[in-house]
């Protein structure tokens, strides 16, 4: 049975002991509830890339930093059909749409992400998207579109939260997740480990999404890629033994949740990443670049899926594919609620000089 009441000295516990013994109750774990030997892949899209309002220290989406990724408009429905298309051609079973938005406002890009869901659910593919906050009438809007997925990351502790980003609060984004759970969308949350956290801001992160009842369906573990202009540039990358624990840490106390490999796959030797599916990882993104920062290519990762005697999971296999309902018989219409999201405001040195130092490039 899955335990929703795990505190951060348990977590602790797990995660400190002795590696042989971690990886054989994580692998224990996960042999229980997931076949071992299939792993779920997604593709990354940015749908709509930099120009962020928000200020989170990883990101080099944030429109204050001075980084080096070209921006780019929402694509258009047909590009993301092509790109599904494409990433369904080479072994994806789940297309995840990124767009650096603070949150969603209904209106025209919000109906043409909507298409874009009905689009790729027609392929037969499950559709995540992550646009930011989501009020519960938008959650139901996407949830009959046919989306399947969508993310909202804690990214860390609450604690360590206020480290990274202050232009909006921890409990929004659970408001977000509960927005979700309020439709038949699944959850996909996790967080990023490398950002300068201890070990108790790691266990407290695991802290909430072990606890929340459902636990999420997908938990995505990125190790920080430090990108130049953003306040964390200079945070020293974590180590492979780090990632193996934080993963079948996951697995132990979110047993039934697919635990997806994210960013920093590239640092990531293939033994590396065989301990990590051993340890009950079993989702990667899969295409040359995750948002902004780049990612193994897809033939690299199905030659690895070769060696290991991998198989990428069928789409629908955890849940039913949801039905898509078109635009003209759909029962929820846009509200236009200016929803009350938190902007704490505090001080964050590092992104302040980040952005004071941005201000000085052209
Ligand atoms: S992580 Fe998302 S919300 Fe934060 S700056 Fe980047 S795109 Fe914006």
Not at 76 to 89: H, I, M
Request: glycine share 6%; aromatic share 6%; net charge neutral.
């Amino acid at each position: 049975m899955t335990r929703n009441d795990w505190t951060k000295e348990e977590i602790l516990e797990i995660y400190n002991k002795p590696l042989m013994e971690l990886l054989y109750e994580a692998a224990t774990v996960h042999r229980k509830h997931h076949d071992p030997n299939k792993v779920q892949v997604s593709t990354l899209l940015s749908i709509k890339t930099g120009g962020c309002p928000e200020d989170c220290g990883y990101c080099p989406q944030a429109a204050r930093y001075h980084t080096d990724i070209e921006g780019n408009d929402l694509m258009s429905v047909s590009q993301v059909k092509a790109q599904a298309l494409r990433a369904k051609s080479s072994g994806s079973s789940r297309v995840c749409m990124g767009a650096a938005w603070r949150n969603v406002k209904d209106g025209e890009e919000f109906d043409k992400v909507l298409e874009m869901v009905r689009t790729i659910n027609k392929l037969d593919m499950e559709v995540c998207c992550t646009l930011g906050m989501v009020t519960e009438n938008q959650a139901k809007r996407l949830a009959e579109a046919g989306l399947y997925a969508y993310n909202h990351n804690l990214d860390s502790s609450e604690e360590y939260y206020k480290e990274v980003i202050s232009t909006r609060g921890y409990q929004d984004r659970l408001d977000t997740i509960s927005n979700v759970r309020k439709s038949k969308v699944t959850v996909c949350s996790g967080g990023i480990i490398g950002m300068g956290e201890s070990l108790e801001d790691r266990a407290g992160m695991l802290v909430a999404l072990a606890t929340l009842n459902p636990q999420p369906e997908s938990t995505p573990i990125n190790a920080l890629v430090p990108v130049e202009g953003t306040p964390l540039e200079e945070q020293q990358k974590i180590s492979i033994w780090e990632m193996l624990r934080m993963v079948a840490t996951t697995r132990i106390v979110m047993p039934e949740t697919q635990v997806r490999l994210s960013a920093g796959r590239t640092d990531m030797s293939r033994e590396g990443q065989a301990m990590c599916f051993f340890a009950g990882a079993n989702s990667i993104f899969a295409g040359d670049k995750l948002l902004t920062t780049p990612n193994p290519n897809v033939d690299d990762d199905m030659e690895m899926f070769k060696l290991l005697g991998l198989e990428p999971q069928k789409a629908f296999e955890k849940k039913s594919q949801p039905q898509s309902v078109s635009a003209e018989e759909s029962k929820y219409k846009p509200l236009n609620e200016k929803p009350k999201w938190s902007r704490p405001g505090h001080t964050i040195e590092r992104n302040v000089e980040a952005k004071a130092k941005a201000k000085t490039k052209v």
